[in-house]
């Protein structure tokens, strides 16, 4: 699964905001008198769809092959949490899974990576340690911990739910000011003297009700890296006009900045802070909406007041978060289409609040569109949002039609490596994965990536299959290393500007289909190939060496002499007279100074004289009566012909 499911409160208002008057109650009578349909809520809540098991003192459910511990049931004084329950690790500590224990210290796992919602509240810790693996912390997960004195917190924990802390005796100590908990700005426990706040760099989260009712504030400046913004975190700051916003925020909580002049001077119409959509200030009377390009987030409840006209949503490929009930006042919207790098959806996707309860008032209960259907990627978080929820989910990916390999067959050295490279059509298909497997791992290997191994002399195939079944092999042969290589040429004279090819041979029985060549001297001799067959080219007169290398380590080399290009070509023949069927043959030279290993022959009329060589030599043979002539030229165009007569 791609990105994550964010399976959070599902109250329109804090489950721990209740809480902070007033002495502790149970989180089930908080959510019975919540404003949402209950049974949505325990689920959220528990992390559970109904496999909750057994295992000693612990219930746990299993989503997705992580395991959530749901209750401890046990009266020890000192708790070590497993890191794995029957083999499946545990990720989550469960919202009041160790609610009201009877424990003094507890020994959480390093792959927890969140403590959930009253996970130990109302304990009786006096320490905790939270390790480096985890990155959130619920809603009043250790609230009125009443002897919890000491706290290790990691800078791992990014985001840390309202009340977390609240009527322990450790966060009790902490002094007026600023109070931080790991990468997150928890909350402003006194005034603020100047009315300017600067959250510090490194912030990964302001926590909700951070800044609530800090009257006093007039402009925050929140510093890029900053991701999210908790519900009701400026909540009626009543002095509050100016917020610089980072360019990371994805995720904007809801009310974050309500009571605040800023918001209420926030024009009508589509309302954006940064690339967040914050909300639709006003009242839509258009049926389709249009999210604009870049944007990353759309904030909780965006569309939950004045959309009662809207169907359709059109959401750009860079959204990445969208928040909790964002579409609740959009009941006519049956269906989204979500963009396939959508990595986190808070509760409430597909979920309602009807205009009226039928007797003309307004209704309070948020319910289930009937049907409602995800479209989205197979394989991401949309899918499995979808199926979380008992959603409808139709796939919008691209599925592969076909397969390429760069090689289709090939032959491999021992020891010798290679990669292949697979080719998906439609070059727009949505998921690109290619799995490898080789047809006898004694003779080959090959990794994810497609990097091949040749282990021991044999015949096998290395197969790439798509995520849909499709596939394509090479066949490779494996023989011996090679115990030498030899080049095609040892010695050879070329002039300035020409080209040059020098191949190479292995003995029989062995193969290097890798081999390098390289210059001594790139003044002198410049390669412009350097693989399977070494191409140069001449630079300036002097000599250089052209070597070849095998994968093993074998070398072979040709010694290249440059000299200057030939001024002029002198054929050693310029007439000659033959009889049909006889054949002969032509050579030329340039001057000493000059170097040209590529001569070229040619005939002005085939079917009098036909050549039979055309490099270096020129052979030919008289076809019939007639009179012809054989042409020789150099790499830099000079010329020199022979006329001959058939008679």
């Not at 959220?44 to 395991?67: H, R």
């Not at 609240?166 to 908990?181: C, F, L, Q, R």
């Not at 249009?290 to 490929?317: H, N, Q, Y």
């Not at 497609?450 to 092999?473: F, L, M, P, R, Y």
Request: charged share 20%.
């Amino acid at each position: 699964m791609k990105g994550s499911i964010k399976l959070r409160k599902l109250t329109a208002v804090s489950l721990c905001a209740a809480l902070l008057c007033g002495s502790m109650v149970s989180l089930q009578t908080v959510l019975s008198e919540s404003n949402i349909n209950a049974g949505a809520v325990s689920s959220a809540i528990t992390y559970t769809s109904g496999n909750i098991k057994e295992y000693g003192d612990y219930t746990y459910s299993v989503e997705n092959n992580k395991a959530t511990i749901l209750r401890y049931k046990g009266n020890s004084q000192t708790v070590n949490i497993p890191e794995k329950i029957n083999g499946i690790t545990v990720k989550t500590i469960g919202a009041q899974s160790f609610y009201g224990a009877d424990l003094k210290s507890i020994k959480i796992p390093e792959t927890v990576t969140e403590i959930d919602a009253y996970a130990f509240a109302v304990s009786r810790l006096t320490a905790i340690t939270i390790p480096k693996s985890v990155v959130k912390i619920g809603v009043c997960a250790f609230k009125s911990a009443e002897n919890l004195k000491n706290v290790s917190i990691p800078d791992s924990v990014v985001e840390v739910g309202v009340g977390a802390f609240e009527d322990t005796p450790w966060y009790n100590s902490k002094a007026n000011g600023d109070v931080y908990i790991g990468k997150a700005y928890y909350s402003c426990k006194g005034k603020i003297a100047n009315g300017t706040v600067s959250i510090k760099k490194g912030t990964k989260s302001i926590s909700q009700y951070a800044f609530a009712d800090c009257n006093n504030i007039k402009s925050i400046i929140i510093p890029n890296g900053v991701s999210t913004i908790g519900e009701g975190a400026f909540n009626n700051c009543s002095s509050l006009k100016k917020i610089s916003f980072p360019e990371d925020l994805v995720h904007l909580g809801q009310e974050a900045f309500s009571g605040t002049p800023w918001a209420n001077s926030l024009p009508k119409g589509d309302v954006y802070i940064g690339k967040i959509y914050y909300k639709y200030n006003g009242t839509l009377s258009k049926d389709t909406v249009v999210i604009k390009d870049g944007t990353r987030g759309i904030a909780d409840w965006a569309f939950s007041e004045g959309c009662d006209s809207m169907k359709k949503i059109e959401l750009p490929d860079s959204l990445e978060v969208i928040g909790s009930y964002a579409f609740s006042g959009c009941p006519k919207m049956t269906s989204i289409s979500l963009p396939k790098n959508i990595k986190e959806i808070y509760p409430g996707l597909g979920w309602a609040k009807p205009t009226s309860d039928g007797s003309g008032s307004a209704a309070s209960t948020v319910g289930l569109i009937k049907g409602f259907t995800i479209k989205g990627y197979t394989g991401t978080v949309a899918e499995s949002y979808a199926k979380a929820y008992g959603l409808k989910f139709v796939s919008l990916s691209v599925q592969p039609v076909s397969i390429t390999l760069n090689k289709t067959s090939m032959t491999l050295g021992k020891g010798e490596t290679t990669k292949l490279n697979a080719t998906i059509a439609p070059s727009n298909t949505t998921n690109k994965t290619v799995s490898w497997r080789t047809s006898d791992s004694k003779i080959l290997t090959v990794d994810k990536n497609g990097n091949v191994k040749a282990v021991n002399n044999g015949t096998a195939w290395v197969t790439a299959k798509t995520v849909n079944g499709i596939e394509k092999s090479c066949r490779i042969t494996v023989k011996n290393a090679p115990s030498r290589i030899t080049l095609t040429k040892g010695v050879v004279t070329i002039g300035v500007g020409e080209k040059f090819s020098v191949g190479s041979a292995v003995p029989d029985g062995s193969a290097a289909a890798k081999r390098t060549y390289r210059t001594s001297n790139s003044g002198i001799v410049k390669m412009t190939r350097t693989d399977w067959q070494g191409d140069f080219v001449g630079v300036k007169p002097g000599t250089a060496y052209v070597t070849v290398r095998t994968y093993n380590g074998k070398e072979s080399t040709c010694k290249v002499t440059v000299k200057a290009a030939p001024s002029v070509v002198t054929i050693s023949k310029r007439t000659l007279t033959m009889k049909v069927g006889q054949t002969a043959a032509l050579s030329c030279s340039v001057p000493s100074n000059a170097g040209c290993a590529t001569r070229t022959y040619r005939t002005s009329n085939s079917s009098v004289v036909k050549m039979t060589n055309t490099n270096w030599t020129g052979k030919f043979k008289a076809v019939k009566k007639g009179t012809a002539y054989v042409t020789v030229r150099t790499y830099n165009g000079k010329e020199s012909s022979c006329k001959i007569t058939v008679v």
